[in-house]
């Protein structure tokens, strides 16, 4: 059945049943959304939380029966453990009945099911801090979804990192050496590039390792065995729905990613905290346009198998210190509330993130193969995607931090 939708090639796009893993985070939560606004494709959505996408799938949503939830643990559903036990099979086959089974509830076709896998622990406060969960999720957890699909000649989109490039190699050139402003040593390539990691005791690279690792796996089952695949690389990705408020819809003593902290400062106003002088720098693209290109990489298989994609916005560049000034600006205005006296201070890396910290210099993605086979091109600047991600987080979470900051502490 042909939809309407053509791809860039002008051929029609069939529907699909898309298995996507790790559905009710920030980034599946907004690709979810997007699949059932603008496409006919299915989701069979996967993950342990559902707060997400509570939306879509309430009965009254307009997309009940094109989405369906499936509350699981990949790395240790008691299902998942039943199927081993009983078919006495390796966790790999497994997992693939269980598959299989969501596809027969949901009247699915096998035929052509995509899976995205999106799960992962991926915050920089835990890469550190339990640096085994961190391998496990992002390379042990992974390995029973990438044998399925390549197995079963399931097509793979598979989220990555830009954190495998680890450091520039302008980084390690003497600070005033004019090399470093030549794109040759900065610019982040997905087929030149290298990746330059830490020592092994600085267990921050303990995530950028692990993604790297089962990208060379993924790209091997591709050279080896025909896995249809996609590998994206996001840089820094932001919006609405990211991680979490501490102490309001997440633990207390939760450290999200940046823009969840210095969010939170806001709404409590406290000054932001700069880790290490927040000197380090960063392109952030907004999460709609990112899904954008996500999009086209579903529905143009044949112009996205066997490609690692950087999706990033070159042109939203910031050091870390510049970003908590242009987010005090903005919060300000969309609050109508004054800055506080003081809008930052510094911390160090040691302190806030603990030992075997360490950090990625500088992260401009370059374009080049993302243009050529996809034609995508980010939209949205960074005073722009700033605006509507706080004004969202102002009405989202402003009256229950006021609420919680103003309760009497239990003596
Ligand atoms: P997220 O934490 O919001 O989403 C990840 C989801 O995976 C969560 O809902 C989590 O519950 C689920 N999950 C984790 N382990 C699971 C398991 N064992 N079984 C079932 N579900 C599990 O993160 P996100 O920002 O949406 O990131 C999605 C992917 O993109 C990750 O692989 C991440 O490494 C990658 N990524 C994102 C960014 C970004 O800018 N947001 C940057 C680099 C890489």
Redesign the pocket.
């Known amino acids: 059945m042909a939809t309407g939708r053509v791809d860039l090639d002008g051929n029609p796009i069939k529907p699909v049943t898309i298995c996507m893993?790790?559905?009710?985070?920030?980034?599946?939560?907004h690709l979810c959304e997007k699949l059932l606004e603008v496409t006919p494709h299915k989701v069979l959505a996967?993950?342990?939380?559902n707060d997400?996408i509570k939306h879509l799938l309430e009965p009254s949503s307009l997309w009940g029966d094109r989405i369906q939830f499936h509350r699981?643990?990949?790395?240790?559903?008691s299902r998942l453990e039943g199927l081993i036990r009983m078919a006495d099979l390796v966790s790999i086959l497994a997992f693939l009945a269980l598959i299989s089974a969501f596809l027969f509830d949901f009247g699915g076709d096998l035929c052509s099911i995509t899976t995205v896998?999106?799960?992962?622990?991926?915050?920089p406060a835990d890469y550190n801090t339990r640096p085994l969960d961190t391998i496990y999720?992002?390379f042990i957890?992974a390995l029973p979804v990438v044998k399925y699909c390549s197995e079963n000649g399931k097509r793979l989109i598979?989220?990555?990192?830009?954190?495998v490039y680890g450091k520039t190699i302008g980084y390690f050139l003497p600070k005033d050496s004019p090399l470093r402003q030549d794109p040759d040593y900065y610019l982040l390539k997905e087929d030149a590039s290298p990746c330059i990691f830490g020592p092994i005791e600085k267990q921050r690279w303990s995530?950028a390792c692990a993604?790297q690792l089962i990208e060379r796996l993924i790209y091997a089952e591709g050279a080896e065995n025909g896995l249809e695949f996609t590998i994206?690389?996001?840089?820094?990705?932001?919006g609405p729905?990211?991680?979490f408020i501490p102490g309001i819809d997440g633990p207390s003593e939760g450290v999200p990613?940046v823009l969840a902290c210095f969010s939170n400062n806001l709404l409590r106003r406290e000054p932001l905290k700069l880790v290490d002088g927040g000197e380090a720098q960063r392109t952030f693209?907004y999460?709609k346009d990112?899904i954008e290109a996500v999009l086209l990489m579903i529905e143009n298989p044949a112009r996205a198998n066997g490609h690692i994609f950087n999706v990033g916005n070159p042109s939203n560049e910031v050091t870390v210190r510049q970003l908590a000034e242009m987010m005090t600006q903005v919060y300000t205005k969309v609050s109508g509330e004054p800055p506080v006296d003081t809008p930052t201070i510094d911390i160090s890396s040691q302190e806030f993130y603990g030992e075997g910290y360490d950090d990625s210099d500088k992260r401009i993605p370059d374009m080049t193969i993302i243009n050529r086979q996809l034609g995508w091109n980010p939209k949205t600047s960074l005073w722009d995607l700033l605006e509507s991600t706080l004004t969202y987080q102002h009405r989202t979470y402003a009256e229950a931090v006021k609420k919680a900051t103003s309760k009497p502490v239990a003596s």
């Open positions: 893993i790790g559905a009710g985070g920030f980034i599946g939560s996967v993950d342990v939380y997400k699981l643990n990949i790395k240790n559903d896998n999106l799960a992962a622990i991926c915050t999720s992002n957890d598979h989220f990555s990192t830009c954190e995530y993604k994206v690389r996001p840089f820094n990705w932001i729905r990211m991680d990613r693209v999460i990112a």
